[in-house]
């Protein structure tokens, strides 16, 4: 995992709500820019910090790697003089309830910042609108990290637990995904595949049990996420394709779930023992489950354990 910084007060609100970050490939003048190659150089799981108006007001987390993409519409008169053709990045945006100001703790970060291509001046601590993403070491970006985890809101700070621990998710996906290149069946190694990103037959038969998410009452299914209740690694074949060991989430429901700071009691009730997610889930205006009803037998199997390994 990388960390960097990326300078947009042009474009901040476009990127941020549009959930990507972009650059030209070059200068006006045709010229290499380092902080536009560096777009090139993010991968799934480096960790962004927005800075625009002399604070950083969301963290991010890099979902796919660089692409080539026109300038955005939305930018409008923006960057006139930019070359139309350049890199995109997606991003998953967080907001941060109370911003950070870098120049108020510029004492800490001065001896951190990069000696060349700094994101901002070295000497005034004020941003440098000539780098649009610097590359940061990992001390400095892990002092920023706890300087916003102090002055962050505890929906925040689960944010950053999960963005510490996605690195590890992503090398266990690639891990698990990898094993299973040794079914023998194609149709079944396709079916455990999908089951693995919660796509496929997986999915379909946990709808049939739990066509909602039972904490936030959405319907929509295209917007949550299928998830097992049982690791995966710690399943049989049809453990993994069972309907009863999975529940159907509203993606920021699932990280808690899935990280077992969240559980259901056999009734449907909601149970939480986490300090930092309950106060997340109250950030959230989340006080219990949305929908509360029993689980049937099977179901139940798989919750007891789940609730014996929540995490407190």
């Known amino acids: 995992m990388a960390f960097w910084w990326v300078n947009h007060k042009q474009t901040f609100k476009e990127e941020i709500q549009g959930g990507f970050v972009w650059s030209p490939k070059t200068n006006a003048n045709g010229a290499r820019n380092v902080s536009y190659v560096n777009l090139t150089r993010c991968a799934r799981g480096d960790v962004v910090f927005s800075y625009a108006n002399g604070r950083i007001n969301q963290i991010g987390m890099v979902e796919t790697a660089a692409v080539t993409a026109q300038k955005p519409l939305e930018f409008g008169n923006a960057g006139q003089n930019w070359n139309p053709e350049g890199w995109l990045v997606r991003v998953n945006w967080g907001p941060l309830q109370e911003p950070l100001v870098p120049q108020t703790f510029f004492e800490l970060l001065q001896p951190l910042l990069p000696e060349r291509h700094s994101p901002i001046s070295t000497t005034s601590g004020r941003g440098n609108q000539g780098i649009y993403l610097a590359g940061l070491s ?16 505890p929906a925040v700070r689960v944010h950053l637990v999960v963005l510490a621990e996605e690195g590890d998710y992503t090398a266990a996906l690639l891990s698990d995904m990898q094993q299973l290149q040794k079914v023998p069946s194609i149709t079944e190694r396709d079916a455990l595949s999908k089951a693995r990103l919660g796509q496929g037959l997986f999915r379909h ?42 529940l159907l989430l509203s993606p920021h429901v699932d990280k808690l779930f899935d990280r077992h700071w969240i559980s259901f009691d056999s009734s449907g009730q909601l149970l939480c023992e986490h300090e930092a997610a309950r106060e997340a889930l109250r950030c959230w205006g989340i006080d219990g489950a949305n929908l509360i009803r029993p689980f049937n037998r099977d179901q139940e199997q798989f919750l007891q354990a789940h609730r014996e390994a929540l995490r407190h």
């Open 138 to 153: 990992e001390v400095l970006g892990e002092l920023l990290l706890k300087l916003i985890e102090e002055h962050a809101d």
């Open 205 to 246: 038969e946990v709808a049939k049990l739990e066509p909602t998410c039972r904490v936030t009452g959405l319907a929509r299914q295209e917007f949550l996420v299928a998830s097992h209740i049982k690791p995966w690694r710690d399943c049989d074949n049809s453990e993994r394709l069972s309907g009863a060991n999975g």
